[in-house]
């Protein structure tokens, strides 16, 4: 974050800034980022204290900012930045406060707590997080989200930006959004693009300058899966956005139509191209419509521990996958996931308590994308302590 802003000050593209950044206390028995709601998993033994911490932020911390500091206090020099279950206090803090903060930044938000629920029709056990008044102030904002952050999915933060839209908030000018191909839901990830949000908030972006048009190109007549074009313009200094409404065409509407948001409709098989255009820009793309392509996949993981230390009964991979003892030092587990989700993690056996090399050393995470049916072998070396941390920014 500090990098970010000093790059972006040193290069004359944002004024000079002061970020304040908050400690966060661990939950035990409360959450601060939690306004209104706990996750159903997390009530009995976690509470919310949103609103405590909100009136320690508006009240106590930000009167004694302005008091010690050359501050430009007024909502339109003052926002609010935060990541997962922190960016849904965000949006939360900000809705509830247009008079004090005017900049709202939420980076992989945590609007929707998502498990993996093999008995309803979606494959997931899904629950809304996040609250919307009826009425959205007059505030800028942020949102942006990866597309390799397990069951955090672009989907939902594109619903929780369109029902914005739909109160009235304008595309670009009020609401940026933006999905990022392969980046996991981790602090290395939000460091390596938080400087998008920041020049986007605080800086002058330029004209556009090249659209791109990516994901999913082949789509099936058949099956429920939606797909949506992730369409991204980017701009002189530097500026990325995904497109929320766009100007689409398709060659040949029997095959394929495209609505402004972007989502893909298919009509007939076959291919057609779309072709996007902003002012003077514009791109091409060609799709393709199979028969059928189903919303979600299964995915096996096969799990071998090679060192002789004591094995355990589970262990654990991305999102709470949870691989059975199925031999000495073996595991497995078959999941049904989303199609195209996208999977960054170590194996754990509880909290924290990370695979490691075999010289005990943190290992970047492994990484899989679910576009297929498929199934995936790893070997697991040894396990860390409880303070294993990967050197390029591992799972929260």
């Not at 000018?173 to 839901?185: I, K, V, Y």
């Not at 490691?356 to 072998?377: C, L």
């Not at 396990?383 to 390029?392: F, H, I, L, P, V």
Request: aromatic residues 8%; glycine residues 10%.
């Amino acid at each position: 974050m500090d990098q970010a802003a000093d790059g972006l000050i040193a290069s004359g593209q944002i004024e000079s800034l002061i970020i304040v950044g908050i400690a966060h206390v661990r939950p035990v028995t409360h959450n601060e980022f939690y306004h209104f709601i706990a996750p159903k998993r997390e009530a009995v033994s976690v509470g919310c204290s949103g609103i405590d911490y909100e009136h320690f932020i508006i009240h106590e911390l930000k009167p004694l900012i302005d008091h010690r500091y050359r501050t430009l206090p007024d909502k339109s020099n003052t926002g609010l930045l935060g990541s997962s279950a922190a960016a849904l206090c965000t949006l939360h803090m900000g809705m509830r406060n247009p008079d004090v903060f005017g900049k709202l930044i939420m980076m992989s938000p945590f609007y929707v707590d998502v498990q993996l629920d093999d008995t309803s029709e979606s494959g997931l056990l899904e629950e809304n997080m996040y609250r919307l008044p009826e009425e959205v102030p007059d505030v800028r904002m942020w949102m942006d989200i990866g597309d390799t952050e397990g069951l955090f999915l672009p989907s939902q933060v594109r619903r929780v930006a369109h029902q914005l839209l739909e109160r009235g908030v304008g595309s670009g000018e009020e609401l940026a959004f933006l999905e990022q191909p392969g980046a996991c839901h981790q602090e290395g990830d939000w460091g390596a693009r938080v400087h998008l949000p920041l020049l986007y908030m605080f800086g002058h972006v330029g004209k556009p300058s090249s659209l791109e048009l990516l994901g999913r190109d082949v789509i099936g007549l058949q099956g429920g899966m939606t797909v949506c074009i992730n369409a991204r313009v980017h701009y002189e200094r530097g500026l990325v956005q995904s497109l929320l409404h766009g100007n689409y065409t398709s060659s040949d509407p029997d095959v394929i139509q495209v609505r402004p948001s972007g989502e893909l409709v298919p009509v007939g098989i076959g291919s057609a191209s779309i072709t996007l255009t902003m002012g003077e820009l514009s791109t091409t793309r060609i799709y393709t419509v199979v028969p059928e392509l189903s919303t979600h996949v299964e995915v096996c993981i096969h799990a071998e521990v090679t060192s002789k230390e004591e094995t355990e009964e589970t262990i654990y991979g991305g999102m709470g996958m949870k691989l059975a003892r199925s031999g000495k030092g073996r595991y497995e587990g078959c999941y049904r996931v989303p199609r195209d989700s996208g999977f960054s993690f170590r194996f754990t056996r509880g909290f924290r308590r990370f695979e490691t090399d075999v010289d005990g050393k943190p290992i970047a995470n492994r990484v899989f994308r679910a576009t297929e049916d498929m199934s995936v072998h790893y070997l697991i070396h040894s396990w860390g302590s409880t303070s294993a941390k990967t050197g390029t920014g591992g799972p929260k």
